[in-house]
């Protein structure tokens, strides 16, 4: 009767014992380390300057996410002088020179190079889509948390700033370095529409043709997520702040914030799952705020309306998730149905897939595209432009006539802003981002298009490509004021700072 007790107190406080101590370990060392990094600056050791972490490992990619990342520095860099900026970077092929050269040529971002370090973590390969053909989420996040842990035995930041959206690195972090956390979500790693996809077996990227169609690997896959979204709402959860992009994201945070599951909770009040509850400190977040993406509305918006070629464009990272297959059946549908768009003569219309190619996935999913566009016959009058310089980019923005995005429910839709305020009308799937915060009716007229299919696309195009002069360029118009009202990286820093960072600083 005696030993039990202490048996089971042992088996609960063991870990935490071993835990306390590693941790007061690493943030002895961590004195050093800091020091070491402050010297290598420039900084002088008199000087109170506080460290704040980004963990981005996909930093050198030149997307959206790394647009909010590098405005958010670059902001920091100009108005918190005792702040310097730490990135947790995966890209060991690259130098600080590199990527500071590179953010300056794709986004003319000029960066501070003496408030600014990399972390340069050799375990990115963790969390890529490759290393887990299979429980791919789980896999991703248990890859995350030993990257986190990897980034703290190099260097414990004052505040920790998620900006990819790993939430289970808040786990370590919060165990190791003992330092606030904070978290700026593009896009949450799970969702309740992930699983009403699921357990209505629609096939989907996330849901193979193998799964969908059977009733017990369905089921299986609903458990797992459902095991999946109750450990990531406790993630979440240990964030002091969180700031995300869009209505439809900040709409699927706070639903996940709140989530309950009665079972799991009993489940987890068991040892030895209880001493894992033990661990968590829940900081009692309940929502998340609002912070639209930066978007080069100024620069973009010196752009002429008038004389654009006939040149629908797509600005997107080939990922699975951007659905270029869409647009390349889109844009058949539309040829087909309307052949003078295939001619050569002005009346002749075509497509342009401007895009980043992050590693060999990529690439070869732009060779698989290419393929697709041979096999719809469309070859001709399809271009890709892969991994462009910005200035070449804005070369694409200044010359195209309409925008087009595919992707279903996209968080934001930094591309869709884009359009719109360098004069290009927005053609976007009829959800997520697009659908609620961006084309939006400005003045009560419209600002662009929305669609669901490739042949509600090829219908929307259409009626884009024949729109009047009078009401194409008040339809640009009406399109650009609302990208620069609304989406400047001006109104992206005032909400930052809004969300109340700074006062996590020590």
Known sequence: MIVFPWFLLCFLLGPWLLITLYSRQLRTRNRQRRLSVLTRLGASPIENK??????????????????????????????????????????????????????????????????????????????????????????????????????????????????????????????????????????????????????????????????????????????????????????????????????????????????????????????????????????????????YPPCDTREMAKFALEGRERIILSVAQFRPEKDHPAQLAAFERLLRAHPEYAETDTTGVKLVLLGGSRNAGDAARVEGLRLLAQELGIEDHVQFVVNASYPDMLKWLSRASIGLSTMVDEHFGINVVEFMAAGLIPVAHASGGPLKDIIVPFNGEPTGYHAGTPETFADVLHIALTLSPDQDLAMRRRARAWAVQKFSEAEFEKAWNASGWRSWLP
């Open 50 to 291: 506080r460290l704040v972490g980004f963990f981005h490992p996909f930093c050198n990619a030149g997307g959206g996410g790394e647009r909010v990342l590098w405005t958010a520095i670059a902001a920091l860099q100009r108005t918190e002088h005792d702040v310097v900026s730490v990135v947790y970077s995966g890209d060991v092929d690259a130098s600080k020179i590199d990527i500071i050269a590179k953010v300056k040529a794709r986004f003319d971002i000029t960066l501070d190079p003496s408030a600014l370090h990399f972390v340069f973590l050799q375990s990115r390969s963790m969390i890529e889509d490759s290393t887990w053909p299979r429980f791919t989420l789980l896999g991703q996040s248990f890859g995350s948390m030993y990257l986190a842990w990897e980034a703290m035995t190099k260097l414990i930041p004052d505040l920790y700033i998620d900006t990819m959206g790993y939430a289970f690195t808040f786990h370590i972090v919060s165990l190791l370095g003992r330092i606030p956390i904070g978290a700026y979500v593009h896009y949450p790693t799970i969702s309740t529409d992930m699983l009403a996809r699921v357990k209505s077996r629609k096939k989907w990227h996330t849901n193979t043709d193998a799964i969908s169609t059977s009733a017990i690997l369905s089921w299986g896959k609903l458990l797992y997520y459902r095991i999946f979204m109750y450990h990531y709402a406790r993630s979440l959860r240990i964030a002091r702040f969180l700031m995300v992009n869009s209505s439809w994201t900040k709409n699927h945070v706070d639903a996940i914030l709140q989530h309950s599951d009665p079972l799991l909770e009993l489940i987890h009040a068991v040892p030895p799952l209880l001493f894992l509850r033990l661990f968590i400190q829940n900081a009692g977040l309940t929502s998340a705020g609002i912070v």
